[in-house]
């Protein structure tokens, strides 16, 4: 086996919760902080509590609201597009636009033969 690649192993880490809760346990680390020990889980301690810690729901919440937004400026433009083709198609066509799309109709008949 090789040597020195394993890391430090300390017997009497100091594990410190948000709660104030305090315990000693083993690890490769000298201190831990932690969010929820078992003073104060949900689980453990019968109580319901919200726990966000890391703020998970308001950025979702953002993020569903940016999308609605995105998604109704999406419509608009669509709606101005379709409103700008029906007003191209209202004008009556030039002889030269005429022979534009006949031009392409012939080109793509021949492609499909």
Same mark, same amino acid.
């Given at each position: *086996? ?30 831990? /902080?932690?969010?929820?020990?078992? /003073? ?12 966000? $810690? $890391? ?8 993020? *569903?609201?940016?999308? /609605?937004?995105?998604?109704?400026k999406t419509q608009q433009k669509l709606e ?5 083709? /029906?007003?191209? $198609? ?5 002889? $030269?636009e005429i022979l534009r799309e006949k031009q ?10």
């Amino acid at each position: *086996m090789k040597t020195n690649i394993h890391p430090n192993w300390h017997n009497n880490t100091k594990v410190t919760c948000s709660c104030g809760n305090t315990f000693v346990t083993g690890s490769t680390l000298e201190e831990i /902080q932690v969010d929820i020990c078992n /003073q104060c889980h949900p689980f453990f301690t019968n109580e319901m509590k919200f726990v966000d $810690q $890391q703020g998970r729901v308001d950025r979702f919440k953002k993020q *569903m609201e940016q999308a /609605q937004q995105k998604k109704q400026k999406t419509q608009q433009k669509l709606e101005e597009k379709k409103l700008n083709q /029906q007003a191209k $198609q209202e004008k009556p066509l030039t002889y $030269q636009e005429i022979l534009r799309e006949k031009q392409s109709q012939i080109r793509k008949d021949k492609k499909a033969n």
